[in-house]
């Protein structure tokens, strides 16, 4: 049971670039989430799912987009990536959408836009 | 906008020595709070967790935390840090649409 994962762990990109990070979760939970943390600001929600076939745009959605492309899995894509993008993203997971559910975090994936 | 406030951004303890990290969260009906543990590298564990009942809620690791309605507070505590609680702790709060809200973090140094 590896819980949620993510790759890349480390990514560099330049200016105008796009990438997409990939999530996964084996825990068979209806809801993710992609999250940044930046320094002093703890962790802000960029776009979730509340359910396969759904998404929402979170506290931070611009410059990014979403899939979820099964139960399993959710993708954040930069579509032209800019230095303000430079970040460490956190995908998560629970199991319903609601109030005392715990969400399960993975590693995070590093990125860093020159 | 809701809001979860951790005013201490660094707080060193030596070891052995108790600990007492505060959160202060914008009023909700239903408060839904969390406290996360964030090794180096590493993502966010689940110390504990408080939605209703006993106000004072035990967690993984030793700590516990205790929910204060009338001061909008949900301190995290341990009565004697190891080394190996080095970290930073992050308190959250389910907002009404059931999103979690992040405050900016306490770094923990521990002195040996």
């Known amino acids: 049971n590896a819980g949620v994962t993510q790759t890349p762990k480390f990514q560099v990109l330049k200016t105008g670039q796009s990438m997409t990070l990939q999530c996964a979760q084996d825990?068979?939970?209806?809801?993710m989430y992609w999250y940044r943390q930046d320094p002093g600001m703890g962790l802000r929600l960029i776009y979730y799912?509340?359910?396969?076939?759904?998404?929402d745009k979170g506290e931070v959605p611009n410059g990014y987009n979403v899939s979820r492309l099964n139960k399993r899995e959710f993708s954040l894509r930069l579509e032209s990536a800019a230095p303000s993008q430079t970040s460490v993203y956190f995908c998560a997971s629970s199991e319903v959408r609601g109030g005392a559910d715990e969400q399960f975090f993975g590693p995070g994936t590093r990125l860093t836009v020159l | 906008a809701q809001s979860v406030t951790q005013p201490d951004i660094h707080i060193t303890v030596s070891e052995g020595a108790s600990l007492e990290l505060r959160c202060n969260y914008s009023y909700g009906a239903t408060p839904y709070l969390f406290w996360y543990v964030q090794s180096p590298g590493q993502g966010l564990q689940l110390l504990l967790k408080y939605f209703s009942g006993d106000t004072l809620v035990q967690g993984i690791k030793g700590f516990e935390a205790e929910f204060k309605r009338s001061q909008s507070s949900f301190n995290l505590r341990k009565p004697s840090v190891h080394w190996s609680d080095a970290a930073e702790y992050f308190c959250a709060k389910k907002d009404s649409s059931y999103k979690l809200i992040f405050g900016s973090g306490t770094r923990l140094l521990v002195r040996p």
């Open positions: 825990m068979n939970h209806n809801s």
């Open positions: 799912s509340a359910s396969e076939g759904t998404t």
